[in-house]
């Protein structure tokens, strides 16, 4: 999965708590860059928590938006263990997110996350 990223995040991504892993940067044009990994879920929840934390919005929050009673749902994509489709991942951008521009692209071939390769 590559994601394209207008904000910069990455330190934020890298430190988080998750042990082995790997992201690859691909730099673009105007400040947008791309991240990519093998680990999709990982990816994911990365980058959830991250804009969850970035605008201050609670689990519970998030549910609200979601118009789901439990936030185990979202919680489950946040911790890894549940992989959305692309449109569910809007969704939960939107929720998390509002007002953020995001591009998501995911690959056919692992061999698209190396640095230097392209899409």
């Given amino acids: 999965m590559r994601t394209r990223w207008r904000r910069p995040f990455l330190a934020t991504a890298i430190s988080a708590d ?9 730099p673009g044009a105007r400040g947008v860059f791309e991240i990519g ?22 689990l519970a929050e998030v ?7 439990s936030k185990t749902a979202y919680a489950r994509c946040e911790q890894g263990r549940s992989v959305p489709t692309v449109e569910k991942l809007f ?4 929720a998390v997110a509002p007002g953020e ?17 392209r899409p």
């Fill in 18 to 26: 998750r042990k082995g892993l790997k992201i690859a940067v691909f």
């Fill in 37 to 58: 990994s093998e680990d999709a879920s990982a990816l994911v929840a990365v980058m959830l928590r991250q804009q969850r934390e970035k605008h201050g919005v609670s």
């Fill in 63 to 69: 549910a609200r938006r979601l118009g789901a009673r």
């Fill in 91 to 94: 969704e939960l951008l939107a």
């Fill in 101 to 117: 521009d995001f591009v998501l692209q995911q690959s056919s071939t692992a061999a698209s996350t190396r640095p230097g390769a």
